[in-house]
């Protein structure tokens, strides 16, 4: 006796010697008994239907019971039969052998008059088929109809607009119906239950779950047919005549209703008997009702079994096949189960050679034990329905190969930079490229020369919603909710490799759409991405919450992100790597103003077998799209790198909202110290480094200098000589050193900043100009003179603009004072032969990082973050 099969017995005894019975289908069972025992109750005995030759036996023989089976099971003395879910024929001799009779948990839908459920529809359809607005489940005194004895308890659920039977059974039915079969046994074992004798006005058996019954009628509105195909999926699945002739009847699943004001594109397609063709579209099969609405098929399954997306429904041929190993080809699960075939080829069908519904379920599950890289679901099994088909699909996703067909990815194309780049430009959520409602769009603009790069999807505050709901939906019910650690690890992996397949073209559109020289950008903005991502996929089967800050995130779900203009990609990389490595699912907003590098990473993590959901990724506006995730009562963390002012916006709509958490990496003014007794020739080439790096659009650049007066002429002239070897220019020219800035806006601010430091009394040494050509270039800027009061010795310039102060020699304190004047606290740097003044210096600078004697060093295990108005929280690293 165990708990494996399709239905399961289980007699228990209560704390008094109370004797009680469970039968229930097995996950289901299961999960009662376990909660039984919790209750402090005895198993006594486990009953399950026989299993020959892979294949279940009924319980009975014409009837009767088994005589050895039932001898058994009086043996057992019980007293309450609890039956979870059992829709197999139980003999009367069983159901009334307990003291306390039987009881049985039943799925039933549809509400009475008297706001009762109506269990004599038992588990059926017929709410979703009427559109009924609420559903729910009865546990029932059992008699020789199971469930058409009194009532003993009763639950009820919303019925949303796009259910079905099977997300209704995981959202409600299944841990809803296990807790209610729980209380019925204590309200039992306290003596108070009741016994509501069910009326039979609207009782009937009239078999709706059949497959005859379930031909579709199109002379329906769009509402009424999308209830009918929702009703019966999965089983018995709604037919129609023959789409073309030589297909057979076809059968219909996933149907969702769609906005009757989006137009859409696609191939017609004839459906006899319906009010005007269908369109195959890259969603699906758009279907229209006699009102003129429309909703949307995913699936369509023929009469030989084969099941396919909607959208390849004129798709011709299949994938080219994988080269299995010798260890893949010896993945035979199919023996067991299809016992009547004597040899198993590559053309053998699985229906055709006698498998069922049941036999479905049992080979996913048999290849999830073996497996359990296999992410397999049912409707895997009815699309690939041959045994080759089968093992390619099986190997393929072991692999992390993800279908190429199966992504419709509308690319924008360019011949740039010796190579061909093709970017997505939509929105990407719930694991499909789409437009964003109403179709909105903008330009993104490339920096060099100020032209147009292509038209981006722009997010609206409903398109917010939906990648919300996708990312929770993600992790509460998908896949990635319940994949194994290393398995979510190997998806990491994976994704790393795809993104170092393609770093030249991640490179070059990160130069295109933010103007980082490319070979920084191969280098840092994509190479240091790529590291992330590995580096966290080793966190994955690691992670410990009591042990690791950071991965209190485990238990957050959703996590948005918002992140800046200056590194695209790595800041990306960094907030969603960890997020990710600790199971949540994310929704991201690039800057509206650097948008391709980020889809073009969604299109490689669904590439690399990420599930639907988990990654989202939407270009838009801060004010809408951000503050609408700020707002989220769905979102249960949220990552910011940007400016002070928006950051503590968005600090206090993440706290009136929800108390969500949050992390910031905001403003700087990054302190570098420059003593006379450092290597000056490294000093000079790392100061240069520390302000320049990146066009100076970086975080931590060096917002001052000071530098010790003895040697601040001498450092000043060291300085002007190699700005001006600097080569300015496009920055896809592997010769160039400094590209445009990011965006005209930004451009501006610094042709400001440097017009307020000359009023001020500062003195321009060199720069501080537009470079009069094409494109967002700004000179590379010298300041000298600079006194503490000044507007550029207080304010990042977030630019290409040294700030030079000197301090008086061998005055370390007062020079720390003056660096720690700051409200501002993300980086700082000290250049200084001394290793004693060195470690003094880095103690009490208030800064998040200390570079000696170099900068701009970072490396992904190494925290990152700042204090003061600088944010809090880390990124990178084993506390992040």
């Known amino acids: 006796f165990s708990l494996c099969g399709v239905a399961t017995l289980i007699c228990v005894f209560y704390r008094r010697v109370y004797c009680k019975t469970v039968i229930g289908q097995s996950v289901f069972g299961l999960e009662v008994y376990k909660e039984l025992r919790k209750e402090g109750h005895t198993i006594v005995g486990v009953f399950t239907i026989p299993d020959k030759d892979g294949k279940a036996d009924p319980l009975g023989e014409h009837g009767k019971g088994i005589p050895e089976v039932v001898k058994v099971y009086k043996a057992t003395g019980a007293e309450l039969n609890v039956m979870p879910f059992c829709s197999q024929f139980i003999p009367m001799e069983v159901i009334d052998h307990p003291a306390h009779g039987s009881i049985i948990y039943h799925p039933s839908f549809s509400l009475s008059v008297l706001c009762l459920l109506d269990p004599l529809h038992g588990f059926d359809n017929r709410t979703l088929i009427h559109g009924d607005k609420k559903g729910g489940f009865t ?122 004001g989006a137009t859409a594109i696609g191939q017609p397609l004839e459906i006899p008997g319906a009010s005007q063709p269908g ?132 690319y924008v194309e360019k011949n740039i930079n010796n190579m061909t780049i093709r970017m997505p430009h939509q929105l990407f959520i719930n694991g499909e490229f789409v437009d964003a409602e109403g179709g909105k769009t903008y330009k993104t603009i490339n920096p060099t020369d100020g032209t147009a790069i292509c038209d981006v999807s722009l997010a609206q505050a409903s398109d917010v919603d939906r990648a919300v709901a996708a990312a929770k939906e993600a992790f509460e019910e998908g896949e990635w909710g319940k994949i194994n650690p290393r398995d979510r690890g190997r998806l990491l992996y994976k994704l790393a490799d795809l993104m ?30 790529i590291q992330t991502f590995r580096y966290f996929a080793g966190w994955c089967d690691k992670i410990q919450v009591r042990e690791i800050s950071m991965f209190v995130i485990l238990t957050l779900r959703v996590c948005a992100i918002v992140i800046p203009w200056n590194y695209p990609l790595m800041m990306l990389a960094w907030k969603t790597a960890a997020c990710l490595a600790a199971g949540n699912t994310v929704v991201l907003k690039p ?53 002070t002012e928006i950051g503590k916006h968005i600090m206090k709509s993440c706290a009136i909202s929800n108390v969500k958490k949050v992390s910031l990496e905001l403003g700087g003014k990054s302190p570098l110290i420059i003593f006379s007794d450092c290597d000056m020739d490294k000093a000079v080439r790392m100061g240069m480094s520390a302000v320049f790096f990146n066009k100076g659009e970086n975080c931590i650049a060096a917002g001052r200098l000071f530098v010790e007066e003895n040697i601040h002429d001498q450092y000043v002239k060291r300085v002007v000589e190699e700005v001006k070897k600097l080569k300015i220019g496009d920055p896809l020219d592997r010769s160039t050193d400094h590209g445009p800035q990011n965006h005209k806006a930004h451009l501006d601010k610094l042709v400001e900043y440097c017009q307020t430091g000359v009023r001020e009394g500062a003195t321009l040494v060199c720069g501080g100009k537009q470079v009069a050509r094409p494109g967002f270039f700004f000179e590379p800027t010298i300041f000298t003179d600079v006194q503490d009061h000044m507007f550029i010795a207080i304010e990042e310039s977030f630019g290409p603009v040294m700030i030079l102060s000197k301090f008086k020699s061998g005055d370390v304190d007062e020079v720390l004072r003056r660096a720690n004047a700051t409200e501002y606290g993300l980086a700082s740097g000290v250049f200084t032969r001394d290793i004693s003044k060195a470690l003094y210096v880095s103690e009490k600078l208030n800064a998040g990082t200390v570079f000696v004697n170099t900068y701009n060093k970072t490396d992904v295990a190494a925290p990152f973050g700042g204090f003061k108005q600088s944010g809090f929280g880390k990124d990178l690293g084993k506390t992040c």
Request: a negative charge; glycine letters at 8%.
């Open 139 to 260: 546990v029932f005194w059992a008699d020789d109809g199971l469930d058409t004895g009194p009532i003993l308890l009763q639950r009820e659920c919303d019925v949303e607009p796009d259910d079905t039977v099977n997300t209704i059974y995981k959202r409600f039915l299944f841990p809803e119906g296990v807790k209610g079969t729980v209380d019925a046994v204590r309200l039992i074992a306290a003596g108070n239950s009741p016994k509501i004798v069910q009326p039979e006005e609207g009782a009937t058996y009239e078999g709706i779950q059949k497959k005859d019954n379930a031909k579709i009628d199109w002379n329906q509105s769009a509402q009424a047919l999308h209830n009918w195909i929702r009703g019966n999926d999965k089983v018995p699945g709604a037919w129609a005549e023959s789409i073309v002739c030589w297909f057979g009847n076809v059968t219909f699943y996933g149907s969702s209703l769609v906005d009757s």
């Open 279 to 410: 369109l195959v579209t890259k969603a699906g099969l758009v279907l229209f009702g006699n009102d003129g609405k429309t909703l949307l098929v995913k699936n369509l399954q023929f009469e030989d079994g084969k099941m396919i997306t909607a959208a390849r429904y004129f798709s011709s041929g299949s994938n080219a096949s994988v080269e299995l190993t010798e260890e893949e080809k010896a993945f035979g699960v199919w023996k067991s189960i299809l016992t009547n075939v004597d040899a198993i080829e590559d053309s053998t069908d699985f229906f055709k050679s006698g498998a069922a519904s049941m036999d479905v379920v049992r080979l996913v599950e048999e290849v999830k034990l073996r497996a359990s890289g296999c992410q397999l679901q049912n409707e895997d099994v009815y699309m690939n329905t041959t045994f080759q088909d089968f093992i390619q699909m099986c190997v393929r996703k072991l692999r992390g190969e993800d279908d190429e067909e199966e992504l419709v990815v509308d």
């Open 500 to 529: 170092e397949e393609h770093q030249e073209e991640l490179a070059t559109i990160e130069s295109m759409d933010s103007g980082a020289v490319y070979t920084l950008a191969l280098k840092t903005h994509v190479g240091m991405s």
């Open 591 to 643: 800057a509206q103003v650097t948008p391709l590098t980020a889809v073009k990473f969604a299109e490689l993590a669904a590439r690399a077998g990420f599930p639907k959901g988990v990654i989202n990724i939407l270009p838009g506006s801060g004010t809408l799209v951000g503050q609408r995730l700020s707002d989220h009562p769905d979102v249960r963390k949220l990552g910011f790198t940007g400016s």
